[in-house]
C-alpha cells in the first residue's frame, strides 16, 4: 500500500472550516486507497504570538524554554485535527515529535534530525489509523524539547516522507504533498511580484538554492531531504485542487531556460573585515568562530590583498548581526583589522539549472540592474546561482526589473511531450543514489548529516581582478558586457565593497581567454575608471565541493578552510552555494589542496572526472 505524505501550513489549519477541509483532504486520500500521515504547523500566526509573548517577559528568553514554548502551537493543531477526522466518521491519532521518535540535536531553536524512528507511525497506519504529527518539533537525547527553526514543518514533512520510504519499507509508493496558500511555486513570490509565473516543475538544487535565497515557500532542509532521499514533493494549495509544482530531480529539459526563479532576502546586513593579514589560515579564523555559533554565513567576497593585506567582506541575516560583530569585534582586534557593517541591505538572487549551460546570464542580470540605475554592493556566484546585494530602498526595483529580464513574467515551459510524469519523478538519480552514493549514505551518523558527493579541481581557469573600481552603478556590467563581447564565458564572480566606497571585482575565465578578457577589461576601465587596475592572473586552481545543502551547514565551510589553513595553501576567493563551495587556490598547491579536501571529507577513493 502506498504512503503518502501531506502537509499543512499555518494559514491552511487557521480557521475550523479550514482544518474540516484539511481532514477531508486526508480522508480522502485514505479512501482512495494510501496510508496517510499528516503534518501540521502552527495555526495562523501562532508562533509570532508565542515569540511575542516569551518577548513580554524578557529581551532574550532561554533557547531550551523558548522550543519548550513553540512546541505548543503545532500540539493545538494536531488535536483539533485529529478530533476533526473523527467528527467526520475516520480514525485518527496525533502524536507530538517526541511521540513519535522524532530525535534532533540540542541545538535550541535550530535543531537538526538526527533519527526517526517509523515502528510508531507504522504500528498506527496498519491499525487502519490517519497519523497525524507535530512539524516543527523533535527531542533530543536528553529528553528536551526541540524546535526546527522557522518553517520547519516542511522538513518535518518531507523528512518523515523520507525515512517511511528507507526504513519504512514502502519504497517508491510515497509520496509529499506541501498544502498551503499558494499554489505552487512561482518564478519569486507572487505577492511582492503579481506577474509571477506558476511553474510545473522545478528541480531540487533549483528549490533548494531559491528556499535558501528567501523563497519561504519551502524550508530550504526539507529539499535536501528530499534530493539525497529521493522523494518526490508536490507544492499545492489548500484550497483548491488545482494541480501544484512538482520537486524532482533535474532533466536535460529544465535546463532549456537560463533562470527558473528570483528570491529576495530584504533584511540582510553586510560585514567588512578590512586590513586583515593575507595569510592562510585567516578566513577559517573568521568563519569558525561564526560557524560554532551556527551563524550562516551568506555571501563571501574575499578582495585579493595588496600590501599583505586583504578585505573579507560577507553578509549575514540581520538578526545575527549584533552577535555576529559581538563575536567580530574582539577577532578583528587581534587581526589589527577594523570591523565595519551596513544594516540596509538586501539581496536579490537569480537562480536556474539553465546557468550550468547557458552563457552571458551575469551580463544579462547586470545589465537589468545598471538601466534601473542599481548599484550592486557585493556579487557572488554559484552553480546555478548569481547573489547581488543592493540597498533596501532598491531592493524591490531589483527584483522586478531581474524578474523581467529573465522573461520569468512569461508563462513557464510546460512538461514536453516527450517526457511522461512517472519518469521525471523516478528519474534516474543523481551520483548521490549511484552504488557509489549509496556507500555515502551508510556514512551518515543522522539523517542530515552533510552529504560531500564529489570534490573536483580544474586548472584551466585563470583570473581577471579588476581593483579599487570606482562603486557607481553600471561600471560592473560595462565590464562583463565588454568581456562578452568578446565572446568569453565567464565562470566564478566575486565583488566586494571595500573601505572607502571602492570595490574589488574579480572572475574567471578559460586561461585560453584571459590575455583577451584582460584587454577588454583594460580597454573599458580606460573608459569608465582610469584610476582602477587591471591585473591578470593564470597561476590558480578552483576546487569544487559538491553536496547538499552546504551553506546552512555552517561546519562544511569551516571544516574545509580549516583543512586548507593547517596545510598553509590560501585561500584567494570563495564561492558557497547549497550545492557547491568552490575555493580558489595557487595553481600549484591545486593538487595538493584536492588530496587534502578529499582526505577530510573522506573522499579518497574519487579519481578527478569521476
Ligand atoms: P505555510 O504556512 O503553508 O508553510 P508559508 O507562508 O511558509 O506557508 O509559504 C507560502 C508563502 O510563500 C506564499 O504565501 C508566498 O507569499 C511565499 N513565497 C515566497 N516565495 C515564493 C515563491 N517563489 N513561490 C510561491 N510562494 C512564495
Ligand atoms: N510554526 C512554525 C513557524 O511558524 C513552523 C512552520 O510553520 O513550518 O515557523
Ligand atoms: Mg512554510
Redesign the pocket.
Given at each position: 500500500m502506498a504512503v503518502l505524505v501531506q502537509k499543512f501550513?499555518?494559514t491552511s489549519v487557521a480557521t475550523a472550516e479550514r482544518i474540516h477541509a484539511a481532514a477531508r483532504r486526508a480522508i480522502k486520500a485514505q479512501q482512495a486507497g494510501n496510508q496517510v500521515v499528516v503534518v501540521v504547523?502552527?495555526r495562523g500566526d501562532?508562533?509570532?504570538e508565542l515569540i511575542a509573548m516569551a518577548r513580554e517577559i524578557c529581551d532574550q528568553p532561554p533557547p531550551r524554554e523558548m522550543d519548550m514554548l513553540?512546541a505548543t502551537?503545532?500540539q493545538i493543531s494536531i488535536a483539533l485535527l485529529a478530533m476533526a477526522i473523527h467528527s467526520l466518521g475516520g480514525t485518527a491519532v496525533s502524536f507530538t515529535g517526541a511521540q513519535v521518535g522524532i530525535v534532533t540535536d540540542s541545538t535550541h531553536t535550530k535543531a537538526r534530525i538526527k533519527s526517526i524512528s517509523t515502528a510508531r507511525m507504522r504500528q498506527a497506519l496498519a491499525a487502519g489509523s490517519i497519523v497525524i504529527v507535530a512539524?516543527?518539533q523533535g527531542i533530543d537525547e536528553a529528553g528536551n524539547i526541540t524546535?526546527?527553526?522557522?518553517?520547519?514543518?516542511?522538513t518535518t514533512a518531507v523528512a518523515l516522507a523520507a525515512v517511511l520510504k528507507h526504513e519504512g519499507g514502502y519504497r517508491d509508493d510515497v509520496g509529499c504533498e506541501i498544502y498551503t496558500d499558494v499554489d505552487g511555486v512561482y518564478t519569486t513570490d507572487p505577492r511582492l511580484v503579481p506577474e509571477a509565473q506558476k511553474m510545473d516543475f522545478i528541480s531540487y538544487d533549483e528549490m533548494l538554492e531559491l528556499a535558501s535565497a528567501g523563497a519561504a515557500v519551502m524550508?530550504s532542509r526539507s529539499i535536501e531531504f528530499a534530493k539525497k532521499y529521493d522523494v518526490p514533493v508536490m507544492v499545492r494549495s489548500a484550497f483548491s485542487d488545482v494541480e501544484g509544482t512538482w520537486i524532482v530531480p533535474e532533466q536535460d529539459w529544465m535546463r532549456q531556460e537560463p533562470a527558473c526563479g528570483v528570491a529576495i532576502v530584504k533584511d540582510e546586513a553586510r560585514v567588512l573585515l578590512d586590513g586583515v593579514p593575507d595569510q592562510p589560515g585567516v578566513s577559517h579564523r573568521v568563519f569558525s568562530a561564526l560557524a560554532e555559533r551556527n551563524i550562516v554565513v551568506d555571501m563571501i567576497a574575499q578582495g585579493l590583498g595588496s600590501d599583505g593585506k586583504a578585505a573579507i567582506g560577507f553578509t549575514v541575516p540581520k538578526a545575527e548581526l549584533r552577535e555576529a560583530l559581538k563575536i567580530l569585534q574582539p577577532l578583528a582586534a587581534s587581526l589589527g583589522a577594523t570591523v565595519t557593517a551596513a544594516e540596509d541591505v538586501s539581496k536579490i538572487s537569480l537562480v536556474g539549472a539553465g546557468m550550468r549551460t547557458h552563457t552571458g546570464v551575469a551580463e544579462r542580470m547586470f545589465a537589468a540592474l545598471a538601466s534601473e540605475k542599481i548599484n550592486m554592493q557585493m556579487i557572488t556566484t554559484g552553480d546555478i546561482k548569481i547573489s547581488v546585494l543592493v540597498d533596501r530602498q532598491d531592493a524591490m526595483r531589483a527584483l522586478r526589473a531581474v524578474h523581467r529580464a529573465f522573461g520569468l513574467h512569461r508563462e513557464r515551459p510546460k512538461l514536453p511531450q516527450a517526457v511522461k510524469l512517472e519518469d521525471v519523478l523516478h528519474a534516474a538519480q543523481s551520483s548521490l543514489h549511484s552504488e557509489n552514493g549509496r556507500d555515502l549514505y551508510r556514512r551518515l551518523s543522522s539523517m542530515e548529516d552533510i552529504l560531500i558527493s564529489d570534490i573536483r579541481l580544474v586548472s584551466d581557469y585563470g583570473q581577471i581582478t579588476v581593483s579599487h573600481l570606482a562603486d557607481v552603478p553600471g561600471n560592473c556590467h560595462h565590464i562583463f558586457q565588454a568581456v562578452a563581447d568578446a565572446g568569453i564565458n565567464v565562470d566564478m564572480i566575486v565583488q566586494n565593497l571595500g573601505a572607502g566606497g571602492r570595490a574589488d571585482l574579480s572572475f574567471s575565465v578559460p586561461q585560453s581567454d584571459l590575455t583577451l578578457a584582460r584587454q577588454q577589461a583594460e580597454k573599458i576601465v580606460r573608459e569608465i575608471d582610469p584610476s582602477a587596475r587591471v591585473s591578470a592572473d593564470s597561476d590558480i586552481a578552483v576546487l569544487f565541493v559538491f553536496g547538499v545543502g552546504m551553506r546552512t551547514h555552517t561546519g562544511v565551510a569551516r571544516k574545509m578552510f580549516g583543512a586548507l589553513a593547517e596545510r598553509q595553501i590560501n585561500i584567494r576567493m570563495i564561492n558557497t552555494s547549497e550545492v557547491c563551495i568552490s575555493v580558489v587556490v595557487e595553481q600549484t598547491r591545486g593538487r595538493e589542496a584536492l588530496e587534502c579536501l578529499r582526505q577530510t571529507f573522506e573522499l579518497n577513493h574519487l579519481t578527478n572526472g569521476q
Open positions: 501550513g499555518g504547523s502552527a501562532t508562533t509570532d513553540l502551537g503545532e512539524g516543527f524546535t526546527l527553526g522557522r518553517g520547519g514543518s516542511d524550508h
